[in-house]
T-cell receptor, first 114, second 112 residues
Framework: GAVVSQHPSWVICKSGTSVKIECRSL??????MFWYRQFPKQSLMLMAT?????????EQGVEKDKFLINHASLTLSTLTVTSAHPEDSSFYIC??????????FGEGSWLTVV | KQEVTQIPAALSVPEGENLVLNCSFT??????LQWFRQDPGKGLTSLLL?????REQTSGRLNASLDKSSGRSTLYIAASQPGDSATYLC???????????FGGGTRVLVKP
């Protein structure tokens, strides 16, 4: 079946640095990918919609200059958390939509900012 | 704006009991509704997807019903097992594309 891979699964970074998370569709092309974040014991909140070859569409309240999303190819979208702070520590999950409209989720990436 | 609510937030049952998880949504004009399972610290596993034209979907011990008019979906898990312990999330896509709005989830603990 279709697989979406996220990398890294776990990352610890120092406050003030930037960290990049990759989301890859391994066996299908995804013109659209979605990025979610999840705080402990809370549900997933959509951050942005990433469209291949165009700028991402951010949800209200999400800082686009802080959470940089790049969807440079049909199989890869990246989320870069710039100047990370401890409050950015969270679980980030991506999903990708195939040409049939089916959505597949990645395994998620844990970010801890110290 | 679509809002999705799941009740109860947490549920603990002895092994063998049937589980009933509820999901309600405010905007009945949905394309489909999806149930997911999330294990602690892990991503999401899709369990069942019900199209808007369907009233229920079944997969093994899982059965999900959908009542669009009342804005409700129920996930039934028969003969629960300790391995069913997880958080169960329901989600509906927003009008534009497949951006999903998630409920708060129900944390299930099945005691052996």
């Amino acid at each position: 079946g279709a697989v979406v891979s996220q990398h890294p699964s776990w990352v610890i970074c120092k406050s003030g640095t930037s960290v990049k998370i990759e989301c890859r569709s391994l066996d299908f092309q995804a013109t659209t990918m979605f990025w979610y974040r999840q705080f402990p014991k809370q549900s997933l909140m959509l951050m942005a919609t990433s469209n291949e070859g165009s700028k991402a569409t951010y949800e209200q309240g999400v800082e686009k200059d802080k959470f940089l999303i790049n969807h440079a190819s049909l199989t890869l979208s990246t989320l870069t958390v710039t100047s990370a702070h401890p409050e950015d520590s969270s679980f980030y999950i991506c999903s990708a939509r195939d040409d049939q409209g089916t959505i597949y989720f990645g395994e998620g990436s844990w970010l801890t900012v110290v | 704006k679509q809002e999705v609510t799941q009740i109860p937030a947490a549920l603990s049952v002895p092994e063998g009991e049937n589980l009933v998880l509820n999901c309600s949504f405010t905007d009945s004009a949905i394309y489909n509704l999806q149930w997911f399972r999330q294990d602690p610290g892990k991503g999401l596993t899709s369990l069942l997807l019900i199209q808007s034209s369907q009233r229920e979907q079944t997969s093994g011990r899982l059965n999900a019903s959908l009542d669009k008019s009342s804005g409700r979906s129920t996930l039934y898990i028969a003969a629960s097992q300790p391995g069913d312990s997880a958080t169960y999330l329901c989600a509906v896509p927003q009008a534009a594309g497949n951006k999903l709005t998630f409920g708060g989830g129900t944390r299930v603990l099945v005691k052996p």
